[in-house]
């Protein structure tokens, strides 16, 4: 039994779980230990009490409580990618250097594990070391059904910078998304908060983010300031539009939550956008009818960053995944009929 151990936590390893960051540090402690000893308060960063999702900062003291000896721990399960995932996975890259990649990240699935996620980026990853000793790590994330551009680091020291151009908001990420209805006006800034309402369950299902209107952000506790830019790019008729949206803030579920609240939810968004399946135009409900996916349509489709070692541009773009071209399709939309960056004079 190993006595208490302080670590600070490292470049590199900010913005991560606390639990998924010990188990880095410590693969024979398992979840379920993990979880008990933030229970009890054993477990601590800068001297508080976290939760097993609690996220990470560089800099940050942990306190480790006393963990079994490896030798006495059953040996951890090596993590295997089966043929089949890893061809997968590595049909999804889409830019790789020494020292980045950007994977089209697939609708439906996850970006880390969570409750009842087994399959998912960061296990995966492993299947993309390609040349390398480690496998590459997340530096920003997408939700589970959000598809499109997802940057990784190659090493530790790159995903130490990439962290922290995301946090700074030195990138400029455009999203599409079919909307029901078309905003007027077509183009604009939603600027509202947003405030996390508990789900329901053990661990928070059904979590949801609140809109808070921007003079009541500062008197809402846990409401955060949230910007998102959008424009109008298509529409048909009055009953559904093809946005470009530009998030000039990273919140959890902004862009659904924002869309949402203006009248016009993303198609297929059954958390923000109710469950009617027809609108015909200017109504509630995320759902189109007839042959358009209830699949969620939205999109990452571009990410422009400055590379983390050369310093050159990198401006990486992703296809649609087949339901949104599909949809495309219907519509008889054409991604070579609009600009790149839709919002270039808002710099």
């Known amino acids: 039994m190993s006595g208490v151990q302080m670590i600070t936590v490292e470049e590199g390893d900010g913005d991560q779980r606390v639990d998924r960051w010990l188990r880095r540090l410590f693969p024979h402690v398992s979840q379920g230990r993990i979880e008990k000893m933030c229970r009890k308060g054993e477990l601590r960063v800068d001297g508080g009490r976290v939760k097993a999702s609690t996220r990470l900062d560089v800099g940050q003291l942990v306190r480790i409580p006393p963990l079994p000896d490896k030798d006495h721990m059953p040996a951890p399960a090596q993590i295997r990618v089966s043929k089949a995932d890893a061809d997968m996975i590595r049909s999804c890259v889409i830019y790789r250097d020494d020292h980045v990649l950007a994977l089209n990240k697939p609708s439906g699935l ?28 997340l530096v920003h994330r997408l939700d589970k059904d959000t598809s499109g551009v997802l940057l990784l680091a190659r090493t530790r020291e790159v995903a130490a910078r990439l962290t922290a151009s995301f946090r700074h908001r030195e990138t400029r990420k455009i999203y599409w998304a079919v909307v029901a209805g078309v905003p007027h006006p077509k183009a604009g800034s939603i600027r509202n908060g947003l405030v996390k309402a508990a789900g329901h369950g053990t661990r928070g299902e059904g979590e949801k983010m609140i809109n808070v209107h921007p003079r009541d952000i500062d008197e809402t506790p846990g409401a955060t300031r949230a910007v998102t830019e959008y424009t109008v790019l298509e529409a048909v008729a009055k009953r559904a539009a093809w ?15 924002h869309m949402a609240e203006l009248g016009h939810p993303i198609v297929g968004d059954g958390k923000y956008g109710g469950s009617g399946q027809d609108n015909l135009g200017d109504g ?9 996916s209830r699949k969620l349509h939205l999109h990452a489709r571009t990410l422009m960053i400055e590379h983390p070692v050369s310093g050159a541009k990198l401006h990486l773009t992703a296809p649609l995944p087949d339901h949104m071209a599909e949809t495309w399709g219907t519509f008889q939309w054409s991604p070579s009929d609009v600009p790149d960056d839709p919002f270039e004079d808002l710099e």
Do not use: C, N
Request: net charge neutral; hydrophobic share 35%; no cysteine.
């Open 110 to 137: 996850a970006v880390q594990g969570g409750s009842g996620q087994s399959r998912h980026v960061d296990g995966l990853a492993e299947a993309l070391r390609f040349d390398l000793d480690e496998k590459p790590r």
């Open 243 to 257: 946005m470009a949206l530009y998030p000039v803030t990273g919140r959890t579920h902004q862009l659904r939550a």
């Open 284 to 292: 509630w409900g995320a759902h189109l009818g007839g042959d358009i």
